[in-house]
């Protein structure tokens, strides 16, 4: 992030509990609610602009601009993550390849049931 950029963060209630009616996103777990913030001002710029990625405990999350500067965010599978981040994320020691891995492998029995 450049020293000049601000960015602001507004939750969105349809990544939380109770979800509201017709409205369902990613279920954000509560720990991420107080961290939410300094996730985004830790986050990455996607390659093509449209989207912020951060990481925490092994979890890949994306930050989405709803309105000009105020973003939400919620998780997301590693393999959403452009490889390029992943992969500096892993050599930085901000998540480990057995997470990456694990998370990857979990996502996809739950796609196979």
Request: charged share 25%; hydrophobic share 30%.
């Amino acid at each position: 992030m450049s020293g000049l950029e601000v960015l602001i963060y507004e939750q969105n209630p349809k990544h939380k509990l109770p979800w509201q009616p017709g409205r369902k996103g990613t279920l954000c777990p509560s720990w991420t609610h107080g961290q939410a913030l300094q996730l985004l001002q830790e986050s990455v710029p996607a390659p093509n602009g449209t989207c912020r990625y951060a990481t925490a405990s092994g979890m890949a999350f994306c930050g989405r601009q709803h309105r000009p500067g105020v973003w939400h965010g919620y998780p997301i599978g590693w393999e959403a993550v452009p490889p390029k981040i992943r992969r500096q994320w892993m050599k930085e020691g901000k998540v480990s390849k057995k997470q990456v891995k694990d998370s990857w492998e979990e996502a996809k029995r739950s796609a196979d049931e």
